[in-house]
């Protein structure tokens, strides 16, 4: 989620064993949408002021899909359904995921300080991980500032083949006052999905991007969905190209190193892919029913941009305008925005679009459309 950066680094300010359910490869084919969500989508792409937009809907095992605009605007190439998409933040869900599977199998704890499992890591500045628990670093209640508040004037080509090791981010991060002493206040930080990925690390000895393979991909059979590594800065096709806003026009910024946002927001995915993941987690099958509980205990989070929402462990709810409510997440990165969760009727919908930075009305566009989708009769 874009939460309190403005500029070109504001993209990444958004912008994982257990028996589960092999439903990545039991959806029927895809169908194509109709009305109200397609609608929704041309106004992205028209009004919007997005190349191209996609959505996916997933209920009771049936897919539609549906596009609006182009892939590429040199060559106007239609917009492709399900190509591969830098996904952002939600790659949070993820990490939350493989951390509740921890949690799980009684390798973390929650409620005890980080610093019991990265000594000295968090230090500096009023920022003490002898305080900040491990489900205050997933639910964004840690007061950790964002790495990302140093880099917000950069300009993006300057950070393209850069990528960062995660244990200078954190750093970055903790040379800034704490925004507030842990457990009093919230506000949306990715350094907290950072710490949380080198948890995941520390306790399994093995990388995050293995543990969300292990865990996650593999056993839903997400076979298009992986975390990047240093210098892997090529985003795998088919996909609509990526743009975000340059001195003379847009730029093609498909392929970077995301390791810049790494456990807070660098997973490749497809729509496909990431409705078969929240299609089974709020489903109940990659988390035991304690921890998809703890998950799903979320608190008020005035600040996150979106009204009414709260955030619990790598999940955010709003109300829907249908009545009940959503559990996903937002995601947003260089060249990539999209929005994916599941309504109460377990219905799954994704929203995706091929540019970022946008402006403020077409992020909120994006969300009506997620909505609509949810919604839709």
């Known amino acids: 989620m874009t939460i309190g950066l403005t500029g070109k680094l504001a993209a990444l300010a958004c912008g994982l064993v257990l028996v589960v359910s092999a439903c990545g490869s039991g959806a ?71 951390v509740l599977q ?5 390798k973390v704890e929650l409620d005890v300080p980080i610093d019991r499992y990265l ?10 991980g002898t305080r900040i628990t491990v489900r205050q670093l997933l639910q964004h209640t840690s007061g950790l500032p964002n790495y990302l508040g140093k880099l917000a004037s950069v300009d993006p080509e300057t950070l393209r083949n850069r990528g960062a090791d995660p244990a200078d981010l954190v750093a970055t991060a903790v040379s800034q006052p704490a925004l507030f002493p842990s457990g009093t206040g919230w506000t949306y930080s990715n350094t907290n999905y950072i710490v949380l990925g080198m948890l995941v690390e520390k306790v399994s000895g093995t990388t995050l991007a293995q543990q969300i393979d292990l865990r996650v991909a593999r056993p839903l059979n997400l076979a298009n969905t ?6 892997d800065t090529v985003l795998p096709r088919p996909h609509a190209t990526g743009y975000v806003p340059g001195k003379n026009g847009v730029i093609d910024f498909s392929d970077y190193d995301a390791t810049l946002a790494w456990a807070a927001g660098g997973l490749i995915s497809t729509a496909r892919d ?17 921890q998809l509980a703890e998950m799903k205990n979320a608190v ?55 540019a970022y930075p946008v402006k403020p009305e077409t992020s909120a566009a994006l969300m009506s459309t997620f909505a609509a989708a949810l919604c839709a009769q």
């Open 28 to 98: 029927a084919p895809a169908q194509p949408q109709t009305g109200g969500v397609q609608s929704e989508l041309d106004g992205l792409t028209s009004a919007g002021g997005v190349p191209g937009a996609e959505a996916l809907l997933r209920d009771q095992g049936q897919v539609r899909t549906s596009t609006s605009g182009v892939a590429n605007l040199a060559d106007r190439t239609p917009m492709i359904s399900d190509g591969r998409i830098r996904a952002g933040s939600i790659t949070k869900s993820f990490v939350a995921t493989v």
């Open 102 to 106: 921890l949690v799980g199998e009684g």
């Open 119 to 128: 000594p000295g890591l968090v230090a500096g500045n009023g920022n003490d």
């Open 226 to 231: 992986y975390l990047p590594g240093r210098g």
């Open 274 to 290: 990431v409705a078969t993941f929240y299609d089974a987690l709020l489903g109940g099958r990659i988390l035991p029913p304690a």
């Open 300 to 354: 008020p989070a005035p600040n996150l941009g979106v009204a009414n929402a709260s955030y619990g462990l790598g999940l955010f709810t709003v109300p829907l305008p249908c009545g009940g409510e959503y559990w996903g997440h937002e995601g947003s990165t260089f060249g990539y925005m999209s929005m994916a969760g599941a309504g109460p009727s377990g219905r799954v919908a994704v929203i995706a679009v091929n």
